[in-house]
């Protein structure tokens, strides 16, 4: 009791936490204790009540992919029949619809297809600023930056300037599963190694380009290899210069198992129960204090879960989605419009407030 007292103490002064520390808290402390500790940090972080919301749509640049992840049953291999690379006019649709429902920003990911370079990343940004000059780019992620910098036989840290300057405006945290590199050779053997994942962070930051990190978890890593994943993560947040961005949020979501490999031929199911992606969460936020926003994906877990999670230490509700293709297929089926976003929030005791990629507050649409 005296060493849970301990670890306690240091957790609410804001203090770093081993792995080991971590696992005593995750496995010893009741879910009541735990979910505690976790929402008196976000409180000290975030004293003003409020969960932030956004509007956003997730449009995929091409479902072609080299990368073959075994959780992934979005991808198509290339020269499939049902690849594709969307189209100008497609966009245009897309972001008309968004902009109607009072969404600036388009989260553009896609996998990494071999034939599609620098080149035609930046004349696509620059094509898509043209057209909507206040338009917000949340685009790509650390594995299709290192597919590129490998592709062009150019530095990370070219490739992502090259991209700031035609248009991307922030850098999501996809692609990062579990940063460790033996889950990682199961899962998805052909994607950046967790040092390149983290490499690229690093190189943003120093860019001062706004990040994000996510966990997906709940298939076969084990809980000190999640926590594992957050100390990287801390520690890649601990290198940036004071005035510089970084990592704003984490966003830690189960493994969705619906017809993919890891399942249909491994036999690997998301276990994971209400109460563990709660503790998750509460986990999440006493081990990143350096990271000032965690997200419930309400999207894998639902709305009464992502609820509760508000309680955990979770101080944003992420996106509506207007459009999400990847997780989607593989069994995550939740929907929100902007009116049940918000009323959620309120239903959990908290005020909804609206942000953009940079956690700046905005005006409710």
Known sequence: MAKLEKISKKALNLEFLSKEEGKILF????????????????????????????????????????????????????????????????????????????????????????????????????????????????????????????????????????????GMDSLPGAGAEILVDRVRRIVSPVKCTAGEWLEVMKTAHELNITTSATMMFGHIETLEERLEHMVRVREVQSMKHNDHKGFLSFIPWPFQD????????????????????????????????????????????????????????????????????????AGAKNTFNAAGIQMAIREAGFEPQLRNQDFEFLPDS
């Open 258 to 329: 619906d017809g993919t490999q890891l399942k249909n031929t491994y036999g690997v199911t998301n276990t994971t129960t209400a109460e563990e992606y709660i503790r998750t969460i509460a986990i999440s936020r006493i081990m990143l204090p350096n990271v000032p926003n965690i997200q419930a994906s309400w999207l894998t877990v639902g709305k009464d879960t992502a609820q509760l999670c508000l309680h955990a230490g979770a101080n944003d509700f992420g996106s509506i989605m207007i459009e999400e293709n990847v997780v989607s297929v």
């Open 27 to 166: 496995e010893q402390l009741p879910l009541a204790g735990l979910m505690f500790l976790g929402n008196e940090i976000r409180k000290r972080l975030h004293p003003h009540g409020k969960v932030t919301w956004i509007i956003d749509r997730n449009v995929n640049i091409t479902n072609a992919c080299v990368s073959g992840c075994k959780f992934c049953n979005f991808y198509r291999p290339v020269n499939n029949d049902g690849c594709y690379v969307t189209s100008m006019e497609e966009y245009i649709s897309k972001i008309d619809e968004m902009k109607r429902l009072g969404g600036n920003q388009l989260l553009l990911q896609g996998g990494m297809h071999p034939r599609l370079g620098l080149e035609f990343y930046e004349n696509l940004f620059r094509g898509l600023k043209k057209l909507y000059p206040g338009l917000r780019l949340h685009a790509l992620g650390p594995p299709e930056i290192v597919h590129l910098s490998k592709m062009e036989k150019l530095s990370l840290k070219f490739i992502l300037q090259r991209l700031i300057s035609s």
